[in-house]
């Protein structure tokens, strides 16, 4: 599959879904995509012309955020059915885990309910407390996730 353009759009209230955002970003980059960072704090809508979607958000209420959730609903339509996706997110590591429901999985199942393709299971980034931080590895966790996810657009 030759795909090399995609988005990963976020949002994030004290940086550190941001913070995973970029790493997933600096993953797919690495596995060889073109890659533009949307923050939701700054950007509601997205341009044409991507090719894949990798979607994130921070969990509130064991839930995705209202900012995120909005997006998928303005954004995710017809145009993007049977095109490939991820999800990530960041969660309170006693909830996140334990599996206990996330952002992640809220953005995933949406998004295949929407009829998009899964380049891999959802990504929760723990963090240690309301404001974070990340885990000490959870920037190269992330980055992972981005590359595996990248390498899967390959082939
Ligand atoms: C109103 C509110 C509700 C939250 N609810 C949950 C929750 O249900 N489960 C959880 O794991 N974390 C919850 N959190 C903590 C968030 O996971 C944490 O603030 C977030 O992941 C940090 O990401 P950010 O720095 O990108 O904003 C909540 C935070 C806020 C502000």
């Not at 017809?78 to 996706?85: D, H, V, Y």
Request: aromatic residues 8%; hydrophobic residues 30%.
């Amino acid at each position: 599959m030759s795909v090399v353009r995609g988005a990963v759009v976020y949002y994030s209230r004290y940086g550190n879904n941001e913070k995973t955002a970029e790493g997933v970003a600096q993953g797919l980059r690495e596995a060889g995509h073109e890659v533009e960072l949307v923050n939701l704090k700054a950007n509601k809508e997205l341009a044409p012309g991507y090719d894949f979607l990798v979607v994130g958000s921070p969990t509130r209420g064991g839930r995705n955020s209202g900012p995120v959730r909005k997006f998928i609903k303005k954004n995710v339509g017809e145009q993007w059915r049977g095109k490939p996706f991820a999800a990530f997110g960041t969660c309170m590591h006693q909830t996140c885990e334990k599996g206990q429901p996330s952002a992640a999985g809220e953005i995933h199942t949406e998004m295949e309910a929407r009829g998009m393709e899964p380049l891999a299971d959802s990504f929760d980034n723990p963090v240690s407390g309301m404001k974070g931080p990340l885990a000490a590895d959870g920037e190269e966790r992330a980055r992972s996730f981005g590359r595996e996810a990248g390498e899967k657009l390959r082939g």
